[in-house]
């Protein structure tokens, strides 16, 4: 049985940094992708960032967050991470966890419906 916990959302002021994690069991993720989306009020899911399931995996980023977010992960750990630094209002949302398995090496930057497992989301407020 696959499932994801997500924590380290929070409340946090602008060009702040918080630090999400994924706790994934039932999964290797040597084998399956993981994906960070997120969903604001009133606004559609999107995707955040994702790694590959190769050993150190290959980080993707939407472009909103490209040079304040990184993901990583701990193969060992089973454990996914979304770093998030020099946060925005605009980063206020729910952040989920997804996870899948695809064709080793081949791109997770997917959409939503193409990923199976999920977290219950993190709550993650931008304000000051």
């Known amino acids: 049985q696959v499932q994801l916990v997500e924590s380290g959302g929070g409340s946090v002021q602008p060009g702040g940094s918080l630090r999400l994690s994924c706790v994934t069991s039932?999964?290797?993720?040597?084998?399956?992708?993981i994906s960070w989306f997120r969903q604001a009020p009133g606004k559609e899911r999107e995707g955040v960032s994702c790694?590959?399931?190769?050993?150190?995996?290959?980080?993707y980023y939407a472009d909103s967050v490209k040079g304040r977010f990184s993901i990583s992960k701990d193969n060992v750990q089973h454990t996914a991470y979304l770093q998030m630094n020099n946060v925005k209002p605009e980063d206020t949302a729910v952040y989920y966890c997804?996870?899948?398995?695809?064709?080793?090496?081949?791109?997770?930057?997917?959409?939503?419906?193409?990923?199976?497992?999920w977290g219950q989301g993190t709550q993650v407020t931008v304000s000051s």
């Open positions: 790694i590959t399931s190769t050993s150190d995996g290959v980080a």
């Open positions: 997804a996870t899948d398995m695809f064709e080793w090496g081949d791109t997770c930057l997917r959409g939503s419906d193409e990923y199976t497992h």
């Open positions: 039932g999964i290797s993720l040597n084998y399956y992708a």
